[in-house]
């Protein structure tokens, strides 16, 4: 049937390392099919459809909470009670095993934003029995909640799909999440230097001091800031809290322009009162 989702059998199935988050914790039930089906009195476990050594056929369903999500052609993304397969009423599934799966590292509400995620990707008219299963749902939730999917279980329909020259939706979404990841952290990265910058920043003087001058920063980004300084402070100290301020402007690399009237500061020893910014001013970033 469209259902049919394919795997590995038994004897070949690996334990997987349980992720060690602070979350829900994580199963996978996995089915095998009826093989009492037809007369045919195999047990679930033998799982020798394919009769190919060391393939099978499962099904698989992720547990969190009390409930098990799972994708099905037609249905899409659904959830129900564990260990009670999609399609099991129709005679085509039986129970075969849980796997745990150990703790994911994201919190319910985090958890839902994945599942919201995945709808959008996994609709019913969607499904592909060898490059887009229930077994590639699960494995790819299995990616966004922080756990290892049992590579057992759906490497006969991969392996199916590569002798097909189908490109592995699964292995697709995981470079997709992996380039996310690491713009993520670059992104990070990018804020703690931007605190670690604004820690060697003068104190900013407090309102009502003498000589304030409130300075408005425009950056080649579209970034605004607003500083107070003194009168006696200096252009240089201006282009530290520009550097201190974004990340995409180099420190030496760049001035401060003035539209009115037209002037440019570049000179870092020039004090703001020398330069002629005094009460308030609107500076442009003109990166060189």
């Known amino acids: 049937t469209k259902e049919a989702n394919m795997g590995s059998e038994s004897s070949s199935e690996a334990p997987v390392a349980k992720g060690g988050g602070n979350g829900p914790a994580i199963k996978l039930n996995v089915y095998s099919p009826n093989q009492n089906k037809g007369g045919d009195t195999r047990t679930a476990g033998t799982n020798t459809v394919s009769q190919v050594p060391g393939m099978g056929i499962y099904h698989s ?6 409930r098990e999500y799972t994708f ?19 005679g085509n599934w039986i129970y075969y ?27 019913g008219s969607t499904y592909d029995l060898t490059a887009k299963n229930c077994n590639h749902f699960c494995e790819l939730f299995c990616i966004k909640l922080g756990v290892q999917y049992p590579s057992w279980v759906n490497r ?9 020259g189908k490109q592995d939706f699964v292995e697709k979404e995981r470079m997709i999440i992996a380039k996310e990841e690491q713009k993520k952290k670059e992104r990070k990265a990018r804020e703690h230097e931007l605190k670690q910058r604004q820690t060697k920043l003068k104190p900013e003087p407090k309102e009502g001091s003498k000589g ?16 107070r300084f003194l009168e006696t402070d200096t252009i240089g100290d201006i282009m530290e809290f520009v550097y201190a301020y974004d990340s995409a402007v180099k420190r030496k690399g760049f001035k401060l322009v003035q539209t009115m009237p037209r002037m440019t500061f570049g000179n870092h ?20």
């Open 61 to 66: 369903g992720v547990e969190i909470d009390g």
């Open 72 to 90: 099905g052609g037609g249905g899409g993304i659904v959830d129900h009670i564990p260990k009670a397969a999609y399609g099991q009423k129709n």
């Open 97 to 123: 095993k849980t796997v745990d799966l150990g703790k994911t590292r994201l919190n319910h509400s985090q958890i839902k934003t994945a599942l919201n995620e995945l709808r959008g990707k996994f609709h």
């Open 156 to 164: 006969a329909a991969k392996m199916a799909n590569t002798m097909q």
């Open 212 to 227: 304030i001058v409130l300075i408005q920063i425009n950056c080649p980004s579209g970034k605004k800031a607003r500083r």
């Open 269 to 288: 020893s020039t004090t703001l009162a020398a330069a002629g910014l005094k009460g308030r001013a609107n500076l442009f970033v003109r990166q060189m």
